[in-house]
Nanobody, 116 residues
Framework: QVQLRESGGGLVQSGGSLVLSCAAS????????MAWYRQPPGKPRELVGE???????NYAESVKGRATISRDSTEKAVTLQMHNLKVDDTAIYYC??????????WGQGTQVTVSS
């Protein structure tokens, strides 16, 4: 059974930095696309950024210049680094992976809270 698991959330002060990691288990093959989404309180889930195999990352305008998404060589893990965090970055952050077999998988989410 393919699973994605995030780690690295928590409480961060405004202006600070965070690193979120996501790793897959139960898969022989990698993911064609991996992405980070987030869901702020009371709002719908939104894309933070995504990266395809061999492609350059794409970022939401709200995080462009403050976020970096990177994948490892196994294509089964993805990392999100963010700096200059703002209170508006408070959200549950989800990892998403489009598996090589065409099925999409979500992680369970990790809470990031940015305090002012």
């Amino acid at each position: 059974q393919v699973q994605l698991r995030e780690s690295g959330g928590g409480l961060v002060q405004s202006g600070g930095s965070l690193v979120l990691s996501c790793a897959a288990s139960g898969s022989m093959f990698g993911f064609d696309l991996m992405a980070w989404y987030r869901q702020p309180p009371g709002k719908p889930r939104e894309l933070v950024g995504e990266v395809t195999s061999g492609g350059a990352p794409n970022y939401a305008e709200s995080v462009k210049g403050r976020a970096t998404i990177s994948r490892d060589s196994t294509e089964k893990a993805v990392t999100l680094q963010m700096h200059n965090l703002k209170v508006d970055d408070t959200a549950i952050y989800y990892c998403y992976g489009l598996h090589h077999d065409g099925i999409g998988y979500w992680g369970q989410g990790t809470q990031v809270t940015v305090s002012s």
